[in-house]
């Protein structure tokens, strides 16, 4: 984890994509890419999300103001508490990215809300086995 006060200083230099490569217990490979804005410390890293493009239903709210959270720093939402780790919580079910390392229980059963997870409104839970989050400016000519 690069650590938000970089990944801030990095974003807030230029135009950049959010890209999220998801793998289930399957082996199946996933993605979506977002524009996205990064908001510093004053504002507990507020993202803002509009999605581009990808092979997976989104799971995060666009166009919102979402708030980086921790179980330590949470005021009006129990969802930091209740889903292990921190992350841009909106309504507490539709992701954690950044949850506890848990392998499916026989049968597949999952235990909701501990692990990582991806869920799109209205469709299912996909427990991950891993997830990469990664940047890339959307003009690379800039960069030559």
């Not at 990944?7 to 977002?34: A, C, F, M, T, V």
């Not at 997870?117 to 839970?125: F, Q, S």
Request: proline fraction near 5%; glycine fraction near 10%; charged fraction near 25%.
């Amino acid at each position: 984890w690069l650590g938000l006060k970089k990944i801030y200083s990095i974003s807030k230099q230029g135009s950049y994509l959010l890209r999220i490569e998801l793998q289930d217990w399957r082996g199946n490979r996933r993605h979506i890419e977002y524009s996205f804005s990064l908001g510093g410390p004053s504002t507990n890293f507020t993202l803002q999300l509009s999605r581009m493009a990808g092979s997976i239903p989104n799971a995060l709210p666009e166009h919102a103001e979402l708030r980086f959270s921790t179980g330590d720093t949470a005021r009006d939402s129990s969802c930091p508490e209740n889903h292990l780790g921190g992350w841009w919580h909106s309504e507490c079910e539709e992701t954690n990215l950044n949850g506890k390392y848990v392998t499916p229980r026989s049968r597949g059963r999952l235990d909701r809300g501990k692990g990582l997870y991806w869920k799109p409104k209205k469709g299912r839970y996909y427990l991950l086995k891993s997830t990469k989050i990664m940047i890339h400016p959307t003009d690379l000519k800039s960069f030559d």
